[in-house]
Every structure is written in structure tokens, then in C-alpha cells.
């Protein structure tokens, strides 16, 4: 392996010689490079271990790297930091954590090497060897990296290079670190697993805090399943009401800046803004401690009145409060303060709640997190399952007691009642009655709740639903981002919900919602095209949350494209495509484009013609 020894020169000096055996092997040619500074010789080092010992592509001996393929900003340390610093997706301290990451764990490998295809160039051997030294602990300092360290840092360097082709021209062709064979998560090395709380032992935990206040945000947790940052971040004006139950909104969270101070911003992803019902009990409590505070105060204060510090809570409240558990009760368990959540997860599990209702209290933005995180946990559910598909097998099996205790005792009579479909016979179609012209003239003749927005009006039947869909229009409408786009305030007013306004009837347009109307998230692209089939417009990939009475830009499907003649045109086309698949409306706007083009063809003009004709 190659390594550095130095000799003094005659004129005082050090010369540090990087010397190894081509190749690895023993019978390698001997082979060195000189240098008079020791960090170049070190990086120098790495590069050939790196390249397994190999000269390092592009390094010309006594001379270094070519240099018209090494332009400063090309290279690897430069361009990294600069794609950290586009993360405007990222959090501050995020970005920070970023930029600590490259600088120890990717420059001592690629910080001589550009990101550009050619001599000198990061490749794809070059980035398995890397991460092969971090999980074997041939690094500075002898350390093995867990495999989901490994993971995360692969990643990261993925996400720079594949900006590097992404630039515009390109800096490469491929991603090399594409095909990257990877540690396995369920090797050797175990990360910290979850701790699931009983019932009983959380109530042991509760009692052994002694700071009232902390108890209190505590019990929060608990029956919210909220993140230490979400429920932290809590205020009076996030109390509300959904169905007619107490519920509460999580609409803010704790989080730091790249100097490490905190600040209230946007939860941690997009399904994260949610409402969740909560417990009469809880509501009352919540709303005690919203007495006398302004709307936008928090609800839980730590004892010099500003935000709870999750290090000073859990050194100065949680831990003792585990030992002294453990001491009365002898409690085992040392659980983190988030297993609460994960405890809420797994007492929701055992209740029977479904994944999907799960995932969306817990705020996941895939049912795939919910499930990875605690589909073990359904293993418990076994008995329920079999026994569950055997009264569905069995229509002489009683009831399997679970279902009975869940309200459904009734069940059985009724699937009796209903009649049975014979093979063969035309299939049965039930058809939507719910707003039959009878029920809808009924619902425009009574009072109805306005909400307008977006430069329309939307009427519901009850206070409640209007309300509930002027706040999530608000809350999925990016204000901020408006003004930065340089819209006046008349044209972001115009696109808040306001009201409900009250009226005696509606005469208006559209239907009068007797409940929330669906909404979904919808991407959408399209592009214009010339007599000649050379583009004319175009607007890159868009999302947004559209909802059901947007029925002009509303869908269900995961992707539709059309494509046509643009208006008062014959000649020249349009293609549009949108759906709730991100990646299967990439591929639809491909298709649509194609169907559009060939619409400018002058053959298909005659086609038309002689079809006309």
C-alpha cells in the first residue's frame, strides 16, 4: 500500500517521497512520486491507494495533472460545495452538515480529481474503492463506517456528480457512481433498534416526572405521536376542529440554521402538514395552556419561558426520570425520547388501526416508510388475519371476536340479506345517487358556506367543511414564493381562501360540497410546437395540491397525456401531460410530445384534409 517517507534535502529542507508497488502486488514495479509539501503528499497517497495502486489517470510524473483538463471550478472540492450550497431545499444546519461531510469523508479521496468526463476524471472503480475504505476503515482514522453511514455519504456524492451531468452543456456523460455495490443494511452492523413502550411502562415514565410542564408536553407526545420539533413548536392557533372532534394542526417545526440557531420553519416533508384528531381530554389540557397566550405563542415553555432544548430536556428530565423508573417500577427499557413516537406507532398497531390511517397521523410521506418502519410490529396480528379469512371462507363461522368488538356484531345479518351474484350472470354496478338533480336543486335552495378563492367561489353545506378546505388551500399555497417571483400583493391576495361567507342560497356555479372534496398531488407539463415541429413554448415539470372542484386540472390517474391543434391553428400543436405519478408523467409528456410533432407533419395535414373531403 502506498505510503510517504520523508528525506531531508541539503538545503535544510523535507522532501516527502510517496512510494509504492504497482499494482499491490509484491512483484509490482516500484514506483514514486516527490513532493515538498506534506499535505500534497498525503492527498497525493490517497489518490494511488485510490486507484488501486495505480497512477492516478491524467498525473503526468515530476508534473502533476494536465491542466487544461483541471479547470479550478471542475474540480471536485469547489463544484461539490457549490451543489451544497443549491440545496435550497435543505435546512441551514443541514447544509452545514453537508459541507463538514465532503470536506471529511469525499475531498481526501476525489479533491484532486474534476468532476468533468476525461484524463484526470472521477470514475466509477474510483468510487467503489472509496466506499470499500469507508466500510473497511482504510481511512485516516482506521474507522469502519456503519453501512447506513455509508449508504448516506454514496449518496450525497451521487446527488453532486449527477449534477455535474445534469449541468447544461454537460460536464459527463454517466454517473459514476451508478452501480455502486453497497454494504448491506442488514449486515454485521446493527443501528441503535427501536424501543417500544408498553401502555403501562410509558405510564411508569410519566409518573416518575416530576416537572409538571414536562409531563404535560410528554402526555402530548405520547397521544399525538408527534416529533419532539412539531410538538414543541405547538401554538393556540393550531387547536381545531375536524368532524366535529378536537384536533390539532401541525403546520410548524423546530429546526436550525446553518450557525446552529433555531428557528420555526415547515415540518420535516410535505404530508408532515396534517390534522389530527385528538382525545377530548388532551384538548381540554391543550387548551387550558392556551389561555391568555397570543395565537401565535407556544403552548409548552420550558422554565425560563422560550423553547424546550431537546438536550437540556433530556438530560435534566427524561434520564432521571428513566432511572428513577427503573428504581421504583424496574423499568429495563432506556428508551430515546422519540420512541414515544414509535410507541404510539405500535400501540395504534395493536389496536388494529390500518397502515394507511398510521402513516397519515405519523405524518409519513410514503405508506413505504410506515411499513419498513413497523411492519414487524403485524406479525402480532396473526391470529386476527387467520381468523378474519375464515369467516370470509365459512359463511356458517361466527363472527371472530375481534370484529364483533369492533362494531361490526351486525355483519353477518347483513351480508345474509344482500343477494348473491351467480357465475355467469351481468356484472352488478352500483351507481353514485348522493347528487341526484332532486338532492343537489335541495342543496342550492338552502344556506350555504362560500369560500372563495383562486378567483372562484366553492359552496359547501356545513361551516365546518368550508373552513377546513380555506385552511389547507392556504397552507398548500407557497406565499413566500409569489412575492419572490415578484407578484404584487392584489395577486397573492387573490389567490388566499377567504371566508366562509354565509349566504340564504346558490345560485352559482358548481355543486354545493356536502363533504371535503378529495385532493391530490398532481404533476403536470406541456410545450407548444411549430408548423415545422420545432419546439415554440415549453415549461419545465410543475406540482401542485389540485383539488376535486378544480375539475379542469384535476385527476386520479398516475399519469394521461392528449396532444392537438393549437387554437385558431391547423398547423401548429400542443402536448400536454399531468397525473400523480412524478416519473410516469416524464415518460407520458415523451409520448405527447412525439404525437405532436407528428402532427406538423405535412402528411398528416392532408390526411385530415382527405378525410374532411
Known sequence: MAYIKERKRKDGG??????????????????????????????????????????????????????????????????AMKQVKLRTGAQGDTRSKYTKLVAQHMVP?????????????????????????????????????????????????????????????????TNPCAHTSLPRLDGDDVDEEMVFLERE????????????????????????GGRWGEV??????????????????????????????PYLGAPKTKKSRRTMVITHELDRMLRRRAQGKSKDALLFTSPMGGQWDAGTFRRLRWVPAIE??????????????????????????????????IQTRLGHESITTTVDRYGHLLDALDDEVMAAVAWAMDPTAPLPVFLAQ????????????????????????????????????????????????????????????????????????DFHALRTAGWSEDEIAQQAATGPEERLAWNGEGRVWDR????????????????????????????????????????????????GYRAGCSTSAEAQARGTDEEAVRIAFVQACAQAKALCDPSSHMELATAAA
Open 14 to 79: 523535507i522532501s516527502y517521497y510517496v512510494r509504492w508497488r504497482a499494482g499491490g502486488s509484491r512483484t509490482g514495479s516500484n514506483e514514486h512520486e516527490i513532493f515538498t509539501d506534506g499535505d500534497m503528499a498525503k492527498r497525493f497517497r490517497d489518490l494511488v491507494r485510490g486507484h488501486g495502486e495505480q497512477w492516478p489517470p491524467g498525473w503526468i510524473p515530476r508534473q502533476g495533472f494536465i491542466a487544461d483538463l483541471r479547470t479550478p471550478e471542475e474540480m471536485f472540492e469547489p463544484f
Open 109 to 173: 479521496w476525489f479533491g484532486a480529481y474534476t468532476v468533468r468526463d476525461g484524463e484526470g476524471a472521477i470514475t466509477r472503480e474510483m468510487v467503489q474503492r472509496w466506499v470499500d475504505d469507508l466500510a473497511e476503515g482504510r481511512n485516516e482514522k482506521n474507522f469502519k463506517y456503519a453501512p447506513k453511514t455509508v449508504l448516506n455519504l454514496h449518496g450525497l456524492l451521487s446527488s453532486i456528480m449527477q449534477a455535474a451531468v445534469d449541468a447544461e452543456p454537460p460536464l459527463r456523460a
Open 201 to 224: 411502562e410509558f405510564a411508569q415514565i410519566l409518573e416518575c416526572m416530576e416537572d409538571e410542564e414536562a409531563r404535560a408536553l410528554l402526555e402530548c407526545i405520547g397521544e399525538t
Open 232 to 261: 414543541t413548536a405547538l401554538q393556540p392557533r393550531d387547536l381545531r376542529r375536524r368532524n366535529g372532534r378536537p384536533a390539532l394542526r401541525i403546520q410548524r417545526a423546530w429546526k436550525r440554521d446553518e450557525n446552529g440557531k
Open 324 to 357: 428513577l423508573a427503573a428504581e421504583r417500577f424496574g423499568l429495563i427499557k432506556r428508551p430515546r425520547i422519540h420512541d414515544i413516537r414509535h410507541s404510539h406507532a405500535a400501540w395504534l398497531i395493536a389496536a388494529k388501526v390500518p397502515l394507511p390511517a
Open 406 to 477: 369492533s362494531g361490526l356484531a351486525g355483519a353477518g345479518e347483513a351480508a345474509t340479506a344482500m343477494p348473491h351474484q351467480n357465475h355467469g350472470a351481468a356484472l352488478v354496478v352500483w351507481h353514485d345517487a348522493s347528487n341526484t338533480p332532486q338532492v343537489e336543486a335541495e342543496r342550492r335552495s338552502s344556506p350555504a358556506f362560500v369560500v372563495s378563492l383562486d378567483g372562484r367561489e366553492v359552496a359547501f353545506a356545513t361551516r365546518e367543511h368550508a373552513e377546513q378546505v380555506r385552511e389547507q388551500w392556504n397552507v398548500d399555497t
Open 516 to 563: 371535503v372534496p378529495d385532493r391530490r398531488f398532481v404533476y403536470y407539463q406541456w410545450a407548444e410546437f411549430q408548423p415545422d415541429g420545432s419546439p415554440d413554448q415549453s415549461a419545465p415539470l410543475q406540482s401542485a395540491w389540485i383539488w376535486e372542484f378544480e375539475d379542469d386540472t384535476y385527476t386520479t390517474k398516475p399519469a394521461e397525456w392528449m396532444t
